[in-house]
T-cell receptor
Framework: QKEVEQDPGPLSVPEGAIVSLNCTYS??????FMWYRQYSRKGPELLMYTYSSGNKEDGRFTAQVDKSSKYISLFIRDSQPSDSATYLCAMTDFLYNQGGKLIFGQGTELSVKP | DAGVTQSPTHLIKTRGQQVTLRCSPKSGHDTVSWYQQALGQGPQFIFQYYEEEERQRGNFPDRFSGHQFPNYSSELNVNALLLGDSALYLC?????????????FGPGTRLTVT
């Protein structure tokens, strides 16, 4: 069983739709939870991060973490064609000054149709 | 301000050969991590270098080795290449004392082994 599971999709939605992306994990030591966006043939870019449980909002994006269920989500409101990309969840049991290897999900390919 | 740069962009090698990939971290960063991303998968952590030493290592064989130079740039070496080593190799940089979410990724080097 993988430490982080993510539905690979692909997911296709019409422009303006609300998108929900999810990951589950098994390691209860994970404390930091990140969402990356990766366009084709590019490196991942950080969208948002959350420490421990709770919600975080940034514009059209909302990240949620439920540590009791070992479940994280990313919501995209009013989705745009420019949001079409692969979305990767990542997490770590980061220890300060001891590095922090990221454990990634498989990635969900999202396509937003005009 | 230049971000993370990697070279070369693409590389084609034959089974059994050796390859060296290079990474220059974002200005001000002193820690470099390497990840392998197979097609359709999320990145997998190979190792991290800090102060010219390997600080953490993922589940990769000894055929994968690295080095960090005094200017913080880094190399990833892979010996005795296998077909399964074909992937996008990503370099990420951060400050050694920074948070795990502050990892900036380069565009990657796409390695094809034939």
């Amino acid at each position: 069983q993988k430490e982080v599971e993510q539905d690979p999709g692909p997911l296709s939605v019409p422009e303006g739709a609300i998108v929900s992306l999810n990951c589950t994990y098994s390691n209860s030591a994970f404390q930091y939870f990140m969402w990356y966006r990766q366009y084709s043939r590019k490196g991942p870019e950080l969208l948002m991060y959350t420490y421990s449980s709770g919600n975080k909002e940034d514009g059209r994006f909302t990240a949620q973490v439920d540590k009791s269920s070992k479940y994280i989500s990313l919501f995209i409101r009013d989705s745009q064609p420019s949001d079409s990309a692969t979305y990767l969840c990542a997490m770590t049991d980061f220890l300060y000054n001891q590095g922090g290897k990221l454990i990634f999900g498989q990635g969900t390919e999202l396509s937003v149709k005009p | 301000d230049a971000g993370v740069t990697q070279s070369p962009t693409h590389l084609i090698k034959t089974r059994g050969q050796q390859v060296t990939l290079r990474c220059s971290p974002k200005s001000g960063h002193d820690t470099v991590s390497w990840y392998q991303q197979a097609l359709g998968q999320g990145p997998q952590f190979i190792f991290q270098y800090y102060e010219e030493e390997e600080r953490q290592r993922g589940n990769f064989p000894d055929r994968f080795s690295g080095h960090q130079f005094p200017n913080y740039s880094s190399e990833l070496n892979v010996n005795a290449l296998l077909l399964g080593d074909s992937a996008l190799y990503l370099c990420a940089s951060t400050l050694g004392a920074g948070g795990p979410y502050e990892q900036y990724f380069g565009p990657g080097t796409r390695l094809t082994v034939t």
